[in-house]
Protein backbone atom coordinates (compact mmCIF):
# COMPACT_ATOMS: atom_id res chain seq x y z
CA UNK A 1 0.00 0.00 0.00
CA UNK A 2 1.04 3.43 -0.85
CA UNK A 3 -0.37 4.89 2.62
CA UNK A 4 -2.14 8.13 2.76
CA UNK A 5 -1.35 10.15 -0.63
CA UNK A 6 -1.51 13.91 -0.75
CA UNK A 7 -1.47 16.54 -3.46
CA UNK A 8 0.33 18.87 -3.66
CA UNK A 9 3.35 18.60 -1.40
CA UNK A 10 3.63 22.32 -1.53
CA UNK A 11 1.37 25.31 -2.81
CA UNK A 12 2.32 28.87 -2.53
CA UNK A 13 -0.85 30.95 -3.64
CA UNK A 14 -1.67 34.67 -3.06
CA UNK A 15 -4.27 35.90 -0.49
CA UNK A 16 -7.29 35.95 -2.17
CA UNK A 17 -6.99 32.79 -4.45
CA UNK A 18 -8.29 29.34 -3.57
CA UNK A 19 -6.61 26.46 -2.79
CA UNK A 20 -7.67 22.53 -3.01
CA UNK A 21 -5.83 20.39 -1.38
CA UNK A 22 -6.16 16.62 -2.00
CA UNK A 23 -6.09 13.19 -0.35
CA UNK A 24 -6.37 9.81 -0.68
CA UNK A 25 -6.89 7.63 2.18
CA UNK A 26 -5.89 3.92 2.78
CA UNK A 27 -8.14 1.61 0.89
CA UNK A 28 -10.13 0.01 3.66
CA UNK A 29 -9.72 3.29 6.40
CA UNK A 30 -12.77 3.95 7.15
CA UNK A 31 -12.07 6.93 9.25
CA UNK A 32 -10.39 10.26 7.51
CA UNK A 33 -8.93 13.46 9.44
CA UNK A 34 -7.62 17.16 8.29
CA UNK A 35 -5.04 18.17 10.32
CA UNK A 36 -3.27 21.98 10.51
CA UNK A 37 0.05 21.78 11.72
CA UNK A 38 2.11 25.34 13.03
CA UNK A 39 4.47 26.28 15.54
CA UNK A 40 2.80 28.00 17.75
CA UNK A 41 -0.52 25.72 17.45
CA UNK A 42 0.70 22.30 17.25
CA UNK A 43 -1.25 19.79 15.16
CA UNK A 44 -4.99 21.16 15.56
CA UNK A 45 -7.96 18.72 13.96
CA UNK A 46 -10.04 20.40 11.26
CA UNK A 47 -12.43 17.94 10.55
CA UNK A 48 -13.42 14.15 10.88
CA UNK A 49 -15.22 12.14 8.13
CA UNK A 50 -16.69 8.46 8.86
CA UNK A 51 -17.70 6.16 5.64
CA UNK A 52 -17.69 9.57 3.90
CA UNK A 53 -19.88 11.39 6.34
CA UNK A 54 -18.56 14.79 7.95
CA UNK A 55 -19.15 13.60 12.25
CA UNK A 56 -16.77 16.37 13.43
CA UNK A 57 -16.06 19.90 11.83
CA UNK A 58 -16.13 22.20 14.83
CA UNK A 59 -11.87 22.88 14.35
CA UNK A 60 -12.68 24.48 10.75
CA UNK A 61 -11.66 27.82 11.51
CA UNK A 62 -14.24 30.24 9.45
CA UNK A 63 -16.54 29.75 6.58
CA UNK A 64 -13.75 30.18 3.98
CA UNK A 65 -12.97 26.54 4.76
CA UNK A 66 -14.80 23.62 3.05
CA UNK A 67 -13.66 19.76 3.14
CA UNK A 68 -15.44 17.37 1.01
CA UNK A 69 -15.04 13.17 1.04
CA UNK A 70 -17.57 12.31 -2.01
CA UNK A 71 -16.41 8.41 -1.76
CA UNK A 72 -14.49 6.29 0.30
CA UNK A 73 -11.18 7.19 -1.66
CA UNK A 74 -10.64 10.96 -2.25
CA UNK A 75 -10.99 14.09 0.20
CA UNK A 76 -10.71 17.72 -0.52
CA UNK A 77 -10.11 20.90 1.69
CA UNK A 78 -10.59 23.67 0.53
CA UNK A 79 -10.00 27.10 1.40
CA UNK A 80 -11.81 30.30 -0.60
CA UNK A 81 -10.40 32.93 -0.30
CA UNK A 82 -7.03 32.45 1.28
CA UNK A 83 -5.23 34.59 3.65
CA UNK A 84 -1.51 35.04 5.21
CA UNK A 85 -2.59 33.16 8.50
CA UNK A 86 -3.69 30.54 6.65
CA UNK A 87 -0.17 29.34 5.97
CA UNK A 88 0.67 25.90 7.43
CA UNK A 89 1.27 22.49 6.85
CA UNK A 90 -1.92 20.63 6.32
CA UNK A 91 -2.39 16.74 7.34
CA UNK A 92 -4.46 14.17 5.89
CA UNK A 93 -4.92 11.23 8.00
CA UNK A 94 -7.04 7.72 7.95
CA UNK A 95 -7.74 5.13 10.22
CA UNK A 96 -9.58 1.87 11.00
CA UNK A 97 -11.96 3.84 13.04
CA UNK A 98 -10.97 6.27 15.43
CA UNK A 99 -9.92 4.38 18.30
CA UNK A 100 -7.21 3.00 15.91
CA UNK A 101 -3.76 4.22 15.50
CA UNK A 102 -3.67 6.89 12.36
CA UNK A 103 -1.32 6.88 9.08
CA UNK A 104 -0.44 10.11 8.03
CA UNK A 105 0.22 11.26 4.79
CA UNK A 106 3.56 13.51 3.76
CA UNK A 107 1.25 16.94 4.27
CA UNK A 108 1.10 19.71 2.07
CA UNK A 109 2.83 22.87 3.13
CA UNK A 110 0.96 26.09 2.39
CA UNK A 111 2.28 29.49 1.82
CA UNK A 112 -0.25 32.43 1.56
CA UNK A 113 1.52 35.74 0.27
CA UNK B 1 -10.97 21.46 29.59
CA UNK B 2 -9.29 18.51 28.43
CA UNK B 3 -5.55 19.15 27.88
CA UNK B 4 -2.51 17.06 26.71
CA UNK B 5 1.03 18.46 28.07
CA UNK B 6 4.47 16.93 27.12
CA UNK B 7 7.69 17.50 28.44
CA UNK B 8 10.43 18.72 28.11
CA UNK B 9 9.72 20.66 25.32
CA UNK B 10 13.55 19.35 24.07
CA UNK B 11 15.64 17.08 25.53
CA UNK B 12 18.98 16.82 23.69
CA UNK B 13 20.69 13.16 25.34
CA UNK B 14 24.25 11.38 24.38
CA UNK B 15 23.95 8.12 22.12
CA UNK B 16 23.10 5.56 24.90
CA UNK B 17 22.23 7.38 27.08
CA UNK B 18 18.58 6.26 28.20
CA UNK B 19 15.66 8.91 29.21
CA UNK B 20 11.75 9.60 29.44
CA UNK B 21 9.53 11.29 27.94
CA UNK B 22 6.21 12.52 29.68
CA UNK B 23 2.76 13.10 28.82
CA UNK B 24 0.02 14.03 30.84
CA UNK B 25 -3.94 14.48 30.73
CA UNK B 26 -6.91 15.96 32.31
CA UNK B 27 -8.61 13.17 33.73
CA UNK B 28 -12.33 12.38 32.40
CA UNK B 29 -12.85 9.43 30.57
CA UNK B 30 -9.99 7.95 28.72
CA UNK B 31 -10.09 5.71 25.54
CA UNK B 32 -7.14 5.63 24.71
CA UNK B 33 -3.46 6.82 24.46
CA UNK B 34 -1.32 7.03 21.23
CA UNK B 35 2.91 7.95 20.49
CA UNK B 36 3.72 9.08 17.81
CA UNK B 37 7.27 10.13 16.04
CA UNK B 38 7.81 12.90 13.58
CA UNK B 39 10.36 13.57 11.29
CA UNK B 40 11.35 16.73 9.78
CA UNK B 41 9.11 17.25 6.44
CA UNK B 42 7.06 14.40 7.41
CA UNK B 43 3.45 13.64 8.51
CA UNK B 44 3.50 11.71 12.01
CA UNK B 45 3.93 8.00 12.18
CA UNK B 46 2.07 5.91 14.83
CA UNK B 47 3.81 3.87 17.51
CA UNK B 48 1.33 3.20 20.15
CA UNK B 49 -1.78 2.75 21.36
CA UNK B 50 -2.36 2.16 25.31
CA UNK B 51 -5.77 1.62 26.73
CA UNK B 52 -5.94 1.09 30.20
CA UNK B 53 -3.90 1.62 33.23
CA UNK B 54 -1.04 -0.55 33.69
CA UNK B 55 -0.73 -1.13 30.41
CA UNK B 56 2.97 -1.67 28.44
CA UNK B 57 3.88 -1.69 24.93
CA UNK B 58 8.01 -1.99 22.85
CA UNK B 59 9.10 -1.32 20.10
CA UNK B 60 13.20 -1.73 19.60
CA UNK B 61 14.04 0.75 22.36
CA UNK B 62 10.95 2.43 23.13
CA UNK B 63 8.46 1.15 25.96
CA UNK B 64 5.55 3.34 26.73
CA UNK B 65 3.66 3.15 29.44
CA UNK B 66 0.40 4.39 30.94
CA UNK B 67 -1.16 5.30 34.56
CA UNK B 68 -4.80 7.22 35.60
CA UNK B 69 -2.58 10.14 35.05
CA UNK B 70 -0.01 9.77 32.96
CA UNK B 71 2.09 8.04 30.48
CA UNK B 72 5.88 7.70 30.04
CA UNK B 73 7.68 7.14 26.34
CA UNK B 74 11.21 5.54 27.35
CA UNK B 75 14.19 5.11 25.26
CA UNK B 76 16.83 2.56 26.19
CA UNK B 77 20.30 3.27 24.50
CA UNK B 78 18.92 5.67 21.81
CA UNK B 79 20.91 6.13 18.80
CA UNK B 80 21.17 9.21 16.58
CA UNK B 81 18.42 7.67 14.20
CA UNK B 82 15.86 7.66 17.02
CA UNK B 83 16.14 11.67 16.79
CA UNK B 84 12.79 13.21 16.33
CA UNK B 85 9.77 14.89 17.62
CA UNK B 86 7.26 12.60 19.85
CA UNK B 87 3.77 13.12 19.77
CA UNK B 88 1.49 11.87 22.63
CA UNK B 89 -1.98 11.90 21.81
CA UNK B 90 -5.46 11.32 23.39
CA UNK B 91 -9.02 10.43 22.82
CA UNK B 92 -11.55 10.96 25.57
CA UNK B 93 -14.66 9.16 25.93
CA UNK B 94 -16.21 12.43 25.70
CA UNK B 95 -14.86 13.80 22.73
CA UNK B 96 -14.93 12.47 18.96
CA UNK B 97 -11.32 13.70 18.38
CA UNK B 98 -7.91 13.36 19.42
CA UNK B 99 -6.04 16.03 21.20
CA UNK B 100 -2.60 15.74 20.92
CA UNK B 101 0.13 17.35 22.75
CA UNK B 102 2.92 19.85 21.40
CA UNK B 103 5.48 17.41 21.24
CA UNK B 104 8.92 16.69 22.87
CA UNK B 105 12.20 17.27 20.20
CA UNK B 106 14.25 14.50 20.56
CA UNK B 107 18.08 15.04 20.00
CA UNK B 108 20.50 11.76 20.21
CA UNK B 109 23.93 13.25 19.87
CA UNK B 110 26.75 10.63 18.24
Known amino acids: DAGVIQSPRHEVTEMGQEVTLRCKPI?????LFWYRQTMMRGLELLIY????????DSGMPEDRFSAKMPNASFSTLKIQPSEPRDSAVYFC???????????FGSGTRLTVV | EDQVTQSPEALRLQEGESSSLNCSYT??????LFWYRQDPGKGPEFLFT???AGEEKEKERLKATLTKKESFLHITAPKPEDSATYLC???????????FGSGTRLSIRP
Open chain 1, 93 to 103: ASSLGQDAGYT
Open chain 1, 49 to 56: FNNNVPID
Open chain 2, 89 to 99: AVLYSSASKII
Open chain 2, 27 to 32: VSGLRG
Open chain 1, 27 to 31: SGHNS
Open chain 2, 50 to 52: LYS
